[in-house]
């Protein structure tokens, strides 16, 4: 018979509420637009102290499931279903259809897609980019900002760096919309022939401005990714440095067994 790694633990009461409430929202017994109860009521329910609800909330609030509103309490966001993040979002026949891997992996999925253009212009490199991009900080490079939605529903910012040699001589890479396949398909249509992308993930609490640029509470989980795509000559031609709300994306990746 297996044994539990760490022996047995007692779960803080708080914890069990948060928990519990958690599980009510995820099963809809809460529904989008409607209020979690009063600490008065959860109170009552519980039979805990008001000390204990509020730290249950804490909880409740870091997974990015309500939103809370001063002077009204709590209340269950309307958010879109988890979606996966598959590694074949990029794969070449995407681009060649004329999506873009954000567009391909929304409409697989039936959902609405929108994405709003931020920023597109020279910047100075940051210094952790000009490291991946492979030039001295400060290097001026095309930055393209962008916030993307599903449903109407903000889930993901993600600012693209790419090397002005490489962008300067590609006019589409300086427009708002790119065309079709998005820039990876106008970098290949230049001779840019990507080998392969490579992603670092982190997840971590979201700072107060993450936060209200996707409409999280402050505090819940985000998912911070950095991704370069590399060319077949070896060069890192594109930074995607990207930030998630984590409770609207499940990874998957395709993992080769042979060497």
């Given amino acids: 018979m297996g044994t539990a790694v760490g022996g047995e633990r007692s779960v803080p009461r708080y914890v069990q509420i948060a928990d519990e409430i958690v599980q009510q929202i995820r099963a809809g017994v809460l529904k989008p637009g409607e209020m979690v109860p009063s600490e008065s009521e959860l109170v009552e329910r519980y039979g805990v ?5 509020r730290k249950a909330m804490v909880e409740v609030r870091a997974s990015g499931l309500v939103e809370t509103r001063h002077g009204k309490g709590s ?3 309307d958010r879109p279903p988890v ?4 590694s074949d979002r990029f794969r070449r026949s995407h681009r060649r259809g004329g999506k873009a891997a954000y567009l391909a992996e929304s409409a697989q999925s039936g959902a609405t897609a929108k994405v709003s253009v931020l920023y597109i212009g020279p910047m100075p490199a940051p210094n952790d980019i000009a490291e991946r991009l492979d030039v001295p900080a400060g290097t001026q490079v095309l930055a393209r900002r962008r916030l993307y939605f599903r449903n109407g529903t903000p889930v993901e910012t993600a600012t693209s760096y790419l090397p ?3 962008v300067k001589d590609i006019p589409e890479l300086f427009a708002e919309n790119p065309g079709g396949g998005g820039i990876y398909a106008r970098l290949e249509d230049h001779g840019h022939e990507f080998a392969e ?13 993450e936060a209200s640029e996707l409409a ?4 819940s989980p985000v998912v911070h990714l950095i991704r370069d795509a590399v060319t077949t000559e070896g060069r890192v031609v594109e930074v995607c440095d990207t930030l998630m709300a984590a409770d ?3 990874f998957e990746y395709r993992i080769p067994a042979a060497d």
Avoid: C, M, N
Avoid at 49 to 53: A, K, L, N, P, Y
Avoid at 216 to 219: N, Q
């Fill in 49 to 53: 102290s008001g000390g204990t609800i």
């Fill in 75 to 77: 209340i269950v966001k």
């Fill in 83 to 86: 979606r996966h993040r598959s």
């Fill in 164 to 166: 002005w040699d490489v």
């Fill in 197 to 209: 992308y490579v992603e670092t993930l982190q997840a971590r609490p979201a700072s107060k401005a």
């Fill in 216 to 219: 999280l509470s402050p505090g």
């Fill in 248 to 250: 609207q994306f499940v």
